[in-house]
Nanobody, 126 residues
Framework: QVQLVESGGGLVQAGGSLRLSCAASGRAFSSYVMGWFRQAPGKEREFVAAISASGGFTVYADSVKGRFTISRDNAKNTLYLRMNSLKPGDTAVYCC???????????????????WGQGTQVTVSS
């Protein structure tokens, strides 16, 4: 089992940047594929990005490609999401999640993640 705690959310103006962190404890963090998802009020949970266990392979949603960067530090048991050029449409609760699936085609589906953090709010003002 792994426990996940996000931090780094907040209020930022459009065009600004934030870096989210996800601290993991419990079972070996480095064995999990990690993902970021977001959910805006009244909308379904949306895939944002995922990273392989080693950190060598990443996948992004089209809506954030070129603006967001997912990374991880396995020595620190921490996952990151660097968000640049933020837009009001990026406003949501952002959650990190851990998956045992090593197949990249499965990484965008929330059902393939067994462990979730509680989320951190990101609000982008226009």
């Amino acid at each position: 089992q792994v426990q996940l705690v996000e931090s780094g959310g907040g209020l930022v103006q459009a065009g600004g940047s934030l870096r989210l962190s996800c601290a993991a404890s419990g079972r070996a963090f480095s064995s999990y594929v990690m993902g970021w998802f977001r959910q805006a009020p009244g909308k379904e949970r949306e895939f944002v990005a995922a990273i392989s266990a080693s950190g060598g392979f990443t996948v992004y949603a089209d809506s954030v490609k070129g603006r967001f960067t997912i990374s991880r530090d396995n020595a620190k048991n921490t996952l990151y999401l660097r968000m640049n050029s933020l837009k009001p449409g990026d406003t949501a609760v952002y959650c990190c999640a851990a998956s045992d699936s090593q197949h990249a085609s499965y990484w965008s589906a929330p059902r393939n993640y067994g462990y979730w953090g509680q989320g951190t709010q990101v609000t982008v003002s226009s």
